[in-house]
C-alpha cells in the first residue's frame, strides 16, 4: 500500500469509528431512562470502540499535521491523538464513580541512580476544578540538596482546591493556604501548640477534635 492509500484508508476507518463513537455516546450513554444493566452493555461497547481507536490510532502518522485542543495541547487533526502524550485518551464512564489506576505503593528496596528510573507513576487529573496529583516513586540519589541525598520511597498525594493545597504521604499530612495576603513575605514559623504563648494562638482559627482520653481525631480550619 503507498502512503497516500494508507492514509486514506486509516482517515476512512477512524471517521467511521467516531461516528459509531458520538452515536452510542448521543443515543445511550446519555440516556437517562436505561436501566443498569442495558447502560453496562453500552457502556462496554463504548469502551471496545475506545480500544479500536487505539489500535487504528497507531497506524496513523498524523500526516495533516496539529490542531489546538480546548485545553491547549495539540491533537492529531486526523486520529486526535495528543502531540507529546504517550498514550490516548482515557475513557471514563459517564455516570457512578471513576476508577483511574491501580493504588501503587514503592515497590524495591534499591536506591535508583536517577529519580527518572525511581518513577513508577507521577500524575494529575483535575477533576472538576479540583487538582489531584499522585507521585509513587522508590528511593533515588538527588542532587537537588547540594552534596548528593538519597530521597526515600514515598507515595505522595497532593489535592489543590482553589488556595488550599493538601500534601499527605507516609509521614504527615500538611495543609497549605495560599490567598495571596498570606503569602508570607520574611519568615516562616513553626511550632507545636504548646510551644506558642497563648496570646498569639488566637491568631489561628483551627479546632482540634479529640476522644474522652485526649487522643487526637483530626482538626477542623476556618476560613
Ligand atoms: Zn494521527
Not at 50 to 78: M, P, V
Not at 135 to 140: A, K
Request: proline fraction near 3%; hydrophobic fraction near 35%.
Amino acid at each position: 500500500m503507498g502512503k497516500g492509500q494508507a492514509k486514506e484508508e486509516v482517515k476512512k476507518q477512524l471517521n467511521a469509528l467516531f461516528k459509531s463513537m458520538d452515536f452510542v455516546n448521543n443515543n445511550f450513554l446519555d440516556n437517562e431512562k436505561m436501566d443498569k444493566r442495558e447502560f453496562q452493555v453500552f457502556f462496554n461497547i463504548y469502551q471496545q470502540l475506545g480500544l479500536a481507536w487505539e489500535f487504528l490510532g497507531l497506524q496513523c502518522k498524523h500526516w495533516d499535521g496539529y490542531k489546538k485542543t480546548r485545553d491547549k495541547k495539540e491533537a492529531c487533526k486526523i486520529c486526535g491523538k495528543v502531540k507529546g502524550a504517550d498514550g490516548f485518551h482515557i475513557l471514563l464512564p459517564k455516570k457512578g464513580p471513576k476508577k483511574l489506576g491501580v493504588k501503587l505503593k514503592p515497590n524495591s528496596k534499591k536506591t535508583f541512580e536517577t529519580q527518572k528510573d525511581a518513577e513508577i507513576v507521577n500524575d494529575t487529573i483535575d477533576f472538576y476544578g479540583a487538582l489531584v496529583n499522585v507521585d509513587v516513586h522508590n528511593s533515588y540519589k538527588s542532587s537537588t540538596f547540594g552534596k548528593g541525598i538519597n530521597m526515600a520511597a514515598e507515595r505522595i498525594v497532593n489535592i489543590k482546591e482553589n488556595n488550599v493545597e493538601c500534601h499527605i504521604d507516609n509521614h504527615l499530612i500538611h495543609i497549605g493556604l495560599h490567598d495571596k495576603d498570606r503569602r508570607p513575605g520574611g519568615k516562616r514559623y513553626g511550632g507545636f501548640p504548646w510551644e506558642i504563648r497563648r496570646k498569639d494562638l488566637k491568631h489561628f482559627p483551627v479546632i482540634f477534635d479529640f476522644d474522652e482520653k485526649y487522643r487526637f481525631l483530626g482538626l477542623t480550619i476556618l476560613k
